[in-house]
């Protein structure tokens, strides 16, 4: 049993030193109207799953994944991030909009294409897992037998933080205000996102 808590609690210390920058996109998302509150659970926990599964093969295959390669899926939150960023332009900002900050036309959008929002966050998530990699393959390397119980963990803490960005987001001190300004300050997070990924990346351009 001492064991068993032992490796709970490392998994949860990796979670969460790994996952910290992750809150400010979570609640990001949340924030922004366009977005399905249940799009991005579920495209968090696709991104996650896909972080364990090459990290864990990676691990059992004794592979090493070069961080500068890692660092070029910093592609993907750029792309979206430009995408988000000339859509509010086209929609001309904050016009048109109700009082919950969203337009008619937006609101008739959020309605569909769940798959497509879910994978985009799935995408921003693995895109941003260039640490996660980094710590997650040794920790597996290690302790082959324990990965079932890092799965677990990891799926119970992915709850937990997308609990919290939701929470902040709602919050009835901060929450309007964070909600009417979501879908302006979502771009520019993931651009710069992207910048900061791809930034190590530059080496493969030498």
């Known amino acids: 049993m001492s064991a068993l808590a032992s490796t ?3 998994a949860v210390v990796v979670y969460a030193s790994t996952n910290l920058d992750d809150l400010l996109l979570l609640a990001a998302f949340f924030a922004d109207p ?6 991005v659970i579920a495209g968090r926990y696709l991104g996650l799953a896909a972080l364990l599964l090459g990290s864990a093969a990676a691990a059992l295959l004794a592979l090493a994944i070069p961080a500068q390669w890692i660092a070029l899926l910093g592609l993907v939150p750029l ?4 995408r988000l960023a000339y859509r509010l332009r086209s929609d001309g900002g904050d016009e048109g909009r109700d009082d919950a900050g969203l337009s008619l036309e937006a609101k008739d959008e959020s309605r569909a294409g769940f798959i497509a929002q879910a994978l985009s966050v799935a995408g921003v998530t693995l895109a941003n897992g260039g640490d996660n990699f980094a710590v997650y393959i040794p920790l597996l ?5 324990a990965i079932p119980v890092y799965i677990a963990a990891f799926a119970v803490m992915t709850a937990v933080w997308c609990a919290l960005g939701y929470v902040v987001v709602n919050n009835p001190l901060i929450g ?11 771009p520019l997070v993931l651009i710069a996102l992207g910048l900061y990924i791809l930034s190590g990346a530059v080496v493969l351009a030498r």
Request: charged residues 15%; hydrophobic residues 45%; positive net charge.
């Open 8 to 10: 709970i609690g490392i």
């Open 34 to 39: 366009r977005m399905r509150p249940g799009a």
């Open 141 to 145: 390397a290690t302790a082959p037998a």
């Open 176 to 186: 309007t205000h964070v909600r009417r300004s979501g879908h302006r300050v979502l």
């Open 79 to 82: 792309i979206l991030g430009v």
